[in-house]
């Protein structure tokens, strides 16, 4: 340790892992299983939302119209940007802990809200749905960097990774869980009010009991964000901030003394001393900063962004990739409830195959091999399997089950790869004062790609001698997954601007903790 580091942050660098470290991890994660759950269950539910409400006669199955189908999709992705700016910048202002607690109020009220979307007219409810989910997604948006700081500012610095990782983790668990709510509602409603299939019963195959369904799927996703409220509440602010940014060390002496069971001196004279040196009080639009992080916020926003135009253009386009290859039946050979569960099974078997494993080998294996090998690898990966899918792409429409595993795998080397690691590294490499901050740009930069990929991805993957749904000629599903293996070789090369942080101190990397010598990251 350096003359005149802190002691109480030493102290977090060095600790053994103990419970409070799998609490943080609970509490924050539950935050990203659910935010997971809202993000990703619309598209579970969008067909049956065209079935009710735009099927105009017997002949042709009810889909959303092209601008209905992008707001509801993307409007959620809208709001998570604006709210990982928003409340990025918050939590470096007031502190983590006291804007926490407001991003889940936010999750658990729009999440009930959504389910309760106003009306039977069409317009009515998707206005309200869409409103609602605007306002879901802002909170949801401010759960990445409050989470991902708070975390990476408990953990100590030989397993932060790992446990950053497991936050972000819990984000597999929540498409798996809400396949799983999907299924289950679906299959007892369906059960209970079975009907034919469109093409026997056209328009009363959607039964009217259908509208709770995907109303009871939505609201479902408030039930684990309200369960870990109180927790969130109890949390002591980090270290890190108390001392850093708010320049308290007796308080932060204090609260850390609880967590780690040990007696811990204030040290406040060191805390004045490091808050008086200039080279360490740069401000965001600043030429020192540009200089220290510059090419760091590049890295990670660039990298964010373009994972999130194939992570997401693949997670929301599922339902339609599945059809397109024949593993879901002919809409017209389906009720409306049936469709749900159909999509819902497929989604669910993807995300046990392939999303939730390569989540935890990232937690298992981050702090080993470390950020930057897991991300090139990642990337180099997607790219593979994208374009294994591509060029083959008539082979794979005849062959069902490899072009489902080449697609699980697609999957398993983003969450064991850059979605993952994008989600960690800009919680490690900032400043604590602008921590969150840096962050929330990133995050916003990957909502940026995700919008992208909702709605560009979607457009271009339109056949181009008969696209459907009244979508404008695109360049075919073919070509778009070569277009998404190139972007994947994109991010490998902006992977070379971010540096690997595996085993160092938050302070290390960026040279906060100490007056007297001063690293840079």
Known sequence: MARNQLGVLNALDVAKTQWYHFTAIVIAGMGFFTDAYDLFCISIVTKLLGRIYYTKSSKSVGTLPIGVNGAVTGVALVGTLAGQLFFGWLGDKLGRKRVYGLTLILMVVCSIASGLSLGKDPRAVMTSLCFFRFWL??????????????MSEYANKKTRGAFIAAVFAMQG????????????????????????????????????????????????????????????????ETARYTALVAKNAKQAAADMSTVLNVDLEPEQEKVERIAED???????????FARRHGLHLVGTAM????????????????????????????AAKMNAIYEVFRVAK????????????????????????????????GFFFMAVFMLGLAFPYDYWKQHNTGFLIMYALTFFFSNFGPNATTFVVPAEIFPARLRSTCHGISAAWGKAGAIVGAFGILYASQDA??????????????????????????GMLFTLLVPESKGRSLEELTGENEDDEVSTA
């Open 303 to 330: 990298t964010w962004f373009l994972l999130d135009i194939s992570y997401y253009s693949s997670n929301l386009t599922q339902k339609d990739i599945f059809t397109n290859v024949g593993w879901l039946p002919p």
């Open 278 to 288: 200039r080279s360490n009080n740069f401000g965001l639009f600043s030429t020192e």
């Open 173 to 236: 668990f929540g498409i798996l869980f809400g396949g799983i709510v999907a299924l289950i509602v679906s299959a007892a409603f369906n059960g209970k009010y079975g009907a034919p299939p469109f093409n026997i019963a056209g328009k009363d195959s959607t039964v009217p009991q259908a509208d709770y369904v995907w109303r009871i799927i939505l609201m479902f996703g408030a039930i684990p964000a309200a369960m870990t409220f109180y927790w969130r509440m109890k949390m002591p």
């Open 137 to 150: 997604g802002f909170g949801i948006g401010g759960d990445y960097p409050l989470s991902a700081t708070i």
């Open 465 to 490: 001698k008969s696209p459907t749904g009244g979508y404008p000629k695109g360049i075919g599903t073919k070509n778009t997954l070569i277009l998404l293996g190139a972007i994947n070789f994109l």
């Open 346 to 377: 497929a989604q669910t078997l993807i995300a046990l195959c392939g999303t939730v494993p390569g989540y935890w080998f990232t937690v298992a294996f981050i702090d080993h091999i470390g950020r930057f090998a897991i991300q090139l690898m």
